[in-house]
T-cell receptor, first 110, second 114 residues
């Protein structure tokens, strides 16, 4: 079983739509959670951390459900510039490296 | 976040040769990481490089194939040795952000082995 699993998509949504991605992780002792964004032929860039209480940054909302071991990312009012691959990332307690999901590809259509 | 640069940005190499990739950070960092991202795949950690000690390699990666140097707190190199076409990949270095163990990535080195 993979450490982190994501629906690979692709998700094709019209501008202005709301889209949600989910990610599950296997190790209940996992400590830190992130969403990264990766544009084509670019490096991953940190989008936001995910906290137990949930957190919001503009049109983006991230939530963590420890009981069910999943993380979600909600994007409201999608923009063309949101088109990218979104990577779910988990750090296990005591580990100093990140476990990456395979990414969910989003395309926002005009 | 730190500013990270990598050299070269891309290269095309013949099988059997070796390539050394450089990673430079604009601030001192304790830990640097080297990842590989094969076409259409997510990132896989190769090794963790700490200044003043041997690099720690992940399962499936060995020092003879991927020797790493970490001469100071702002620089590291990864060598891909005796290359084969299967080594064609993007190689990325990263550093820890420090707050919640998030990492920041360099722009990557796109390697093609023919």
């Amino acid at each position: 079983r993979k450490e982190v699993e994501q629906d690979p998509g692709p998700f094709n949504v019209p501008e202005g739509a709301t889209v949600a991605f989910n990610c599950t992780y296997s190790n209940s002792a996992s400590q830190s959670f992130f969403w990264y964004r990766q544009d084509c032929r670019k490096e991953p860039k940190l989008l936001m951390s995910v906290y137990s209480s949930g957190n919001e940054d503009g049109r983006f909302t991230a939530q963590l459900n420890r009981a069910s071991q999943y993380i979600s990312l909600l994007i409201r009012d999608s923009k063309l510039s949101d088109s990218a691959t979104y990577l779910c990332v988990v750090i296990q307690t005591g580990a100093n490296n990140l476990f990456f999901g395979t990414g969910t590809r989003l395309t926002v259509i005009p | 976040s730190a500013v990270i640069s990598q050299k070269p940005s891309r290269d095309i190499c013949q099988r059997g040769t070796s390539l050394t990739i450089q990673c430079q950070v604009d601030s001192q960092v304790t830990m640097m990481f080297w990842y590989r991202q094969q076409p259409g795949q997510s990132l896989t950690l190769i090794a963790t490089a700490n200044q003043g000690s041997e690099a720690t390699y992940e399962s499936g990666f060995v020092i003879d194939k991927f020797p790493i140097s970490r001469p100071n707190l702002t620089f590291s190199t990864l060598t891909v040795s005796n290359m084969s076409p299967e080594d064609s990949s993007i190689y990325l270095c990263s550093v820890e952000g420090g707050q919640s163990y998030e990492q920041y990535f360099g722009p990557g080195t796109r390697l093609t082995v023919t």
